[in-house]
């Protein structure tokens, strides 16, 4: 790797003022969701890039709180959608209405006109409700009957799934999968954890966090984080990790019975982006290989299908991208 230019240290003279207030967002967050320090993290790295994040957890283990707590913290709009069998696409994006008192159709808008969209339990809804979120996610756009609708921004859809049951349950297809940046994986907290809890809210419910920066300064960390530096060994690295996944054997790895299916070329982009966003999330204007490493797993895992045979044989995503880690050679 090169050695970071001036304009790499004015870079990161500007990422340790974002830095700071980065953190004092997380700390807003942790006053009120007790643990899951590392997905409050990537919760932020995925906003700062600019994407989107399905969470997997079991219930009542505090996805909703999360979700809202940081929607509190930025100063922006929150909407909490519950997918459920009858659920229509026009719940979502909203439709046209007559009004018979001019004898004229207007546009009611849904609730993914709001900031922040949290999409509980979004695989119990069938496949057309859930692809009704895709034009949302990717173009940051709505068409309501011919006519396109731009949405607020940050955009922010944070989609949850439970693990436990898959009975009623409607799988995501592979095209709107790939549309989330991250999958994080929500475990229970510790007992450390989980006695602050009753702590907090065993009296009452507790309130919000005051708003901490305004959506503005948002936007403008994302925009930043598409400034922020990468040396080109950080690229080849990054679109090595992602070729391991569709070509193992070239990496001396031995899952090409294992793998069915490899990252698109926008896991790559992904990947680097969230590089990029955990090295301002660190006060650095340029890449290390670490920024990158610490982002693979929720940036890969939903994007590698394995084949039956290697499903029997225990094989999962995260200990595929396991052992690339160990097989490509890190700059």
């Known amino acids: ?172 297809p592979e095209a709107q999968v790939d549309r989330f940046l991250m999958k994080l994986l929500l475990e229970y907290p510790t007992v450390e954890e989980e006695s602050l809890i009753l702590e907090r809210f065993a009296t009452g419910e507790r309130g919000m966090p005051p708003v901490v920066i305004g959506a503005d300064r948002i936007m403008e960390m994302q925009h930043f984080v598409r400034d922020v530096y990468a040396d080109p060994a950080i690229i080849g690295y990054v679109t090595s990790l992602t070729a391991a996944t569709r070509r193992p054997g070239e990496y001396g790895l031995d899952l090409g019975d294992v793998i069915a299916w490899g990252s698109s070329p926008r896991g790559a982009l992904g990947l680097l982006l969230c590089g990029k966003a955990r090295a301002l999330c660190r006060g650095r204007g340029y890449v290390l290989p670490d920024d990158v490493v610490s982002v693979v797993p929720e940036v890969l895992r939903h994007r590698i299908l394995l084949t039956f045979e290697g499903e029997a044989e225990g094989h999962t995503p995260d200990s595929v991208i396991a052992q690339i880690l160990r097989a490509v050679k890190v700059p």
């Not at 919760?43 to 996805?63: D, F, Y």
């Not at 695989?123 to 940051?140: G, H, I, W, Y």
């Not at 921004?153 to 799988?171: M, W």
């Open 1 to 172: 790797m090169t050695t970071p230019s001036p304009e790499i240290g004015e870079l990161t003279e500007k990422a340790g003022e974002f830095e700071r207030e980065i953190r004092t967002v997380r700390n807003g967050i942790g006053d009120v969701v007790a643990g899951h320090a590392g997905i409050i993290d990537n919760l932020l790295v995925s906003l700062l890039a600019g994407g989107h994040v399905l969470l997997e957890g079991v219930p009542g283990i505090g996805k909703t709180l999360l979700a809202r707590t940081v929607s509190t913290c930025i100063g922006c709009s929150y909407a909490r959608l519950q997918f459920t069998p009858d659920l229509l696409p026009s719940d979502i994006i909203g439709t046209r209405v007559y009004n018979q008192k001019d004898g004229t159709f207007s546009v009611v808008k849904g609730p993914v006109f709001h900031q922040f969209i949290l999409a509980d339990e979004i695989n119990r809804s069938p496949p057309k409700v859930q692809s009704a979120l895709l034009e949302a996610m990717q173009e940051r756009q709505v068409t309501i009957y011919g006519e396109t609708f731009p949405l607020q921004r940050p955009f922010f859809v944070i989609a949850t799934e439970n693990p436990l049951e898959s009975e009623g349950t409607y799988p995501l």
